[in-house]
C-alpha cells in the first residue's frame, strides 16, 4: 500500500500532464512521431483516383475486375524515457528541482504515448543504469513510471550518459523514440549518442535552473557539487566572475547545440524556473510543420 502523500503526488501529475496533453498536444504528438512503416490493411475494387501502382493484379486476373490493396500506417510505436537521476537533479533555486520537472515532463510525454496506444518504457540512470523498466502499453504500467521517476532513490550521485545509451542500444533494437531527458552534465557520450541516433529517433530534453546560467549579485557564496561533493567559494560581487561564470555556461551550451544540430538531433531547453509546456509544445508544433 503507498502512503498517502505519494498517491496524492502522483494523482496531481496524472491530473496536470492529462489536462496538458488534451489541451496542448493532442493531434500534435500522432502527427510528430510515426510508426514503423505501412502495414496492409485490405483489398479493395478500384476507385477512380486510386494510384494504379497499387493494384492487385493476383485478385483482378481471377475477378476480371481491377482490384487494388490498402495500406494504413503502422501505428505502434516504442517509446523509451531515459531520464537522470545523478545528484544534480537534485539542484532547485525556485520552486522546483530538475528531477521534478523531469518526472512531470517524462509523465506528460508518457500519457501522449498511451493515449496513443504505445508502449512506454524507461532506463533510470547515473553513472551507471539504475533500473530498467521493459517498455508496456496501459495507464496502470505508465503510473508505475511515474511512481519510480518520483521516488526512486538512486544509489549513486555521478553521471554517465554513455552508460544509459549503450544500455538502451542492447536492450531496445527495434526503432525506438528516445527522450533523453537530462541537464547533460557530463561528457563523453558524444559518440554512443550518434549510434544511438542511428538507430533510433532521439529527443534531447536538456533541463537547467537559471542559476546554472547565471549568478547573481550576493557577495561571496559557498557551492557544493552535489555529485563530486566539491566545495569551492566564489565572490559573486565581482563581476568578471559572474561574466566568466555565464560565458563558460554559454560556451558549452553551443558546443552541445552544435553537435545536436550537425547530427540532426532534436533538442529542447526546458527551464526549471518556467512553465515546461511552452517550449515543449514549441517543439511539437514546429516538428509537425516539418514533417508536413
Given amino acids: 500500500m503507498l502512503p498517502k502523500e505519494i498517491v496524492r503526488k502522483i494523482r496531481r501529475i496524472q491530473i496536470t500532464t492529462s489536462r496538458l496533453v488534451n489541451e496542448s498536444l493532442a493531434g500534435e504528438y500522432h502527427s510528430v512521431f510515426k510508426g514503423r512503416g505501412m502495414e ?10 486510386d494510384d494504379i501502382r497499387s493494384i492487385d493484379w493476383n485478385v483482378t486476373s481471377r475477378t476480371g475486375h481491377p482490384f487494388v490493396k490498402r495500406y494504413v500506417e503502422e501505428r505502434e510505436l516504442t517509446v523509451m524515457l531515459l531520464v537522470d537521476a545523478s545528484a544534480s537533479g537534485t539542484f532547485g533555486s525556485f520552486e522546483k528541482t530538475k528531477a521534478e520537472v523531469a518526472a512531470e515532463i517524462s509523465a506528460l510525454l508518457a500519457f501522449s504515448a498511451i493515449k496513443n496506444n504505445d508502449r512506454v518504457g524507461a532506463i533510470l540512470f547515473t553513472d551507471r543504469v539504475e533500473k530498467f523498466i521493459p517498455p508496456r502499453r496501459g495507464s496502470t504500467h505508465v503510473l508505475r513510471v511515474i511512481r519510480e521517476l518520483l521516488f526512486y532513490r538512486p544509489e549513486r550521485l555521478g553521471t554517465r550518459i554513455q552508460r544509459a545509451l549503450e ?64 566545495v569551492v567559494r566564489i565572490d559573486t560581487s565581482l563581476s568578471r566572475v559572474r561574466a566568466a561564470y555565464r560565458e563558460n555556461w554559454e560556451r ?14 532534436d533538442h529542447v ?24
Fill in 40 to 49: 496492409f490493411d485490405e483489398v479493395r475494387e478500384y476507385q477512380h483516383g
Fill in 167 to 230: 544500455h538502451l542500444n542492447l536492450v531496445v533494437h527495434k526503432r525506438a523514440v528516445v527522450f533523453l531527458i537530462s541537464d547533460l552534465w557530463d561528457q563523453g557520450f558524444e559518440q554512443p549518442l550518434k549510434v544511438a541516433n542511428r538507430r533510433h529517433d532521439v529527443v534531447i530534453i536538456q533541463i537547467v535552473d537559471p542559476r546554472e546560467q547565471e549568478l547573481p549579485d550576493v557577495g561571496i557564496l559557498e557551492v557544493r557539487d552535489a555529485e563530486t561533493g566539491e
Fill in 252 to 265: 558549452n551550451h553551443l558546443d552541445q547545440k552544435k553537435l545536436f544540430q550537425s547530427h540532426r538531433m
Fill in 269 to 292: 531547453l526546458i527551464n526549471a524556473a518556467e512553465p515546461y509546456d511552452i517550449p515543449l509544445v514549441r517543439f511539437f508544433e514546429e516538428r509537425a510543420r516539418k514533417h508536413r
